[in-house]
Antibody, heavy 131, light 107 residues
């Protein structure tokens, strides 16, 4: 059974830093991309970042680009999110989410392109940015 | 970036009612859209993917349809345990995005 468990949340001051971790089990971590998704208090869901299965490529939401870094350790089956220069707007529950590893055939490109399908979610860890 | 317009933002219905939620992407996402259920204090739960395919274990009163620029989520007969917020999400391209959510309440 696939299991994702986030940790590392807590209180952080604006301009500080925090590293979130996501321990995974029940699947071959090194063969799947991973996402972070967040949800501010009383707000909807916001995709934050994605990393390829081998760590060779990362993508970020504009709201966190240049401040947050997604990374992974495939030998320890662990995903990370390093948050720097957080602001109160980054206060949220942060979810670790497994990508489904699916593709579709892109006729325009003449090849297969990735889908960013999220199939398993962790329970989340809460980050509060406040002075 | 593809925006998802989800409506209504809230919905009050009686037990046994049929309810429908709409999700309209700003660009064609083919069939690549999911629906999630989220209860307070819990992580989202994937109910439907590829527009209409139910996740294993999801009751058959839930269904989805649509493609391209218009999708629909339906609960055929509302049950007490269905009270939650529902989100659509596309996964066709980066960034994947979510609808604003529909909060479902009992009338």
């Amino acid at each position: 059974q696939v299991h994702l468990m986030e940790s590392g949340g807590g209180a952080v001051q604006p301009g500080g830093s925090l590293r979130l971790s996501c321990a995974t089990s029940g699947f071959t971590f090194s063969t799947f991309g991973m996402h972070w998704v967040r949800q501010g208090p009383g707000k909807g869901l916001e995709w934050v970042a994605f990393i390829r299965f081998d760590g060779s490529n990362e993508h970020y939401a504009d709201s966190v680009k240049g401040r947050f870094t997604i990374s992974r350790n495939n030998s320890e089956n662990t995903l990370y999110l390093h948050m720097t220069s957080p602001s109160p707007e980054d206060t949220a529950v942060y979810y670790c989410v497994k990508d489904g590893g699916r593709t579709y055939y892109d006729f325009w490109r003449g090849g297969y392109s990735p889908l960013y399908y999220m199939d398993v979610w962790g329970k989340g860890t809460t980050v509060t940015v406040s002075s | 970036d593809i925006q998802l317009t989800q409506s209504p933002s809230s919905l009050s219905a009686s037990l046994g009612d049929r309810i429908t939620i709409s999700c309209q992407p700003s660009q064609d996402v083919r069939k690549y859209l999911s629906w999630y259920q989220q209860k307070p204090g819990q992580a989202p739960r994937l109910l439907i993917y590829d527009s209409s395919i139910l996740e294993p274990g999801v009751p058959s009163r839930f269904s989805g349809s649509g493609s391209g620029l218009h999708f629909t989520f339906t609960i055929s007969s509302l049950q007490p345990e269905d009270i939650a917020t529902y989100y659509c999400q596309h996964y066709y391209s980066l960034p994947p995005s979510f609808g604003q959510g529909t909060k479902l309440e009992i009338k």
